[in-house]
């Protein structure tokens, strides 16, 4: 699945790090920063509200993508961000991961240049890179984002609509996920046509869910793995459905190929602390077979979060 190479790298650098001393005075610290690849290789968080964007794009307001035009179109990209930074109150150097989409493999290369210009060492995030095109005709990028933000008051995530109504992908702008536990739960997939196959993809998340005891409102964000991409609209026509008179999590889409899958799913989703012994749990949902190689759902207890760039 999408996602199973990336949580046993994270356990793996999640068990060393709650291992070694903190210190409270430091919120956030950044290992190993490469400024040559525009990133650090981990950003450590903790003691602070965790906000995820949905699905941001090269466009500004109402206007077309410049197509072909890479430089203009990362830079409306980064103002789109710069956007959601002054919204939510919060600086670049509160900017814990970005995970970009790109067209083609040395729009990547570009992004490394750019993102050392556009942060000073000190602030450079954790990066991720996926060759997909994204979502939206004529974009070569697209982002999500991992920001810290000041702690938050409630037991819900805060979610923020989209200021563009005619804003069809990317759910909501941004989540904000109160101080608490987090649950990633692995990409799930059902066979069938895609939309068919959509539904009962998340009916199937909606009973991970119940049996972790939350409702859909604690999802903070969806990231969905389709082919093809060019259907992402249906998609979350679909998972507006689905929601119901619940407003719609930020979404992200990048296309894949996987035979007979024509969907993956996978959540994050925010939990109220839970007195626990350990730092991290592997939970298998009834319903889902075991994997010896990664995790069906795993929860983190406390505040504590790191994030870590592409391999």
């Known amino acids: 699945m999408a996602c199973q190479t990336r949580?046993?790298?994270f356990l793996h650098l999640t068990f060393f790090l709650t291992m070694a001393p903190a210190t409270a005075s430091k919120t956030i610290r950044r290992i190993?920063?490469?400024?040559?690849q525009g990133r650090s290789a981990a950003v450590v968080v903790r003691g602070q509200s965790i906000l995820h964007t949905g699905q941001l794009f090269p466009t500004r307001s109402n206007s077309a993508v410049p197509t072909g035009d890479l430089p203009t179109q990362y830079q409306?990209?980064?103002a789109n961000?710069?956007?959601i930074l002054s919204q939510s109150q919060s600086h670049k150097s509160d900017i814990l991961k970005l995970n970009f989409c790109v067209a083609k493999t040395d729009i990547a290369n570009y992004l490394r240049n750019a993102l050392s210009d556009w942060f000073?060492?000190?602030r450079l995030p954790a990066v991720s890179y996926v060759q997909s095109r994204p979502p939206l005709p004529g974009a070569l990028l697209a982002l999500d984002a991992v920001i810290a933000v000041q702690p938050i008051s409630g037991s819900r995530p805060r979610r923020a609509p989209s200021p563009d109504p005619?804003?069809?992908?990317?759910g909501a702008i941004y989540s904000v996920m109160p101080r608490g536990d987090v649950l990633y739960i692995s990409g799930q997939a059902q066979p069938g046509d895609l939309l068919p196959a959509t539904t009962a993809t998340l009916q199937g998340l909606r009973k991970t869910m119940q049996h972790l005891e939350l409702g859909l409102e604690s999802i903070v964000q969806l990231k969905c793995y389709l082919e093809p991409i060019s259907r992402a609209v249906e998609v979350e026509e679909r998972i507006t459905q689905f929601f119901g008179a619940l407003p719609r999590p930020p979404?992200?889409?990048?296309?894949w190929t996987a035979g007979s899958l024509p969907i993956e799913i996978e959540l994050i989703v925010h939990a109220e602390a839970a007195n626990s012994a350990e730092s991290i749990e592997s939970i298998t949902p009834p319903g889902l077979p075991s994997s010896p190689v990664f995790s069906r759902v795993v929860r983190l207890y406390g505040d504590h979060r790191i994030y870590l760039s592409g391999m």
Do not use: C, F, Y
Not at 32 to 36: F, M, R
């Open 7 to 9: 949580l046993l790298i």
């Open 32 to 36: 190993d920063p490469q400024p040559h």
């Open 76 to 78: 409306n990209l980064m």
């Open 81 to 83: 961000l710069e956007q």
């Open 120 to 122: 000073t060492v000190q």
């Open 166 to 170: 005619e804003r069809a992908i990317g």
């Open 251 to 255: 979404v992200s889409h990048v296309e």
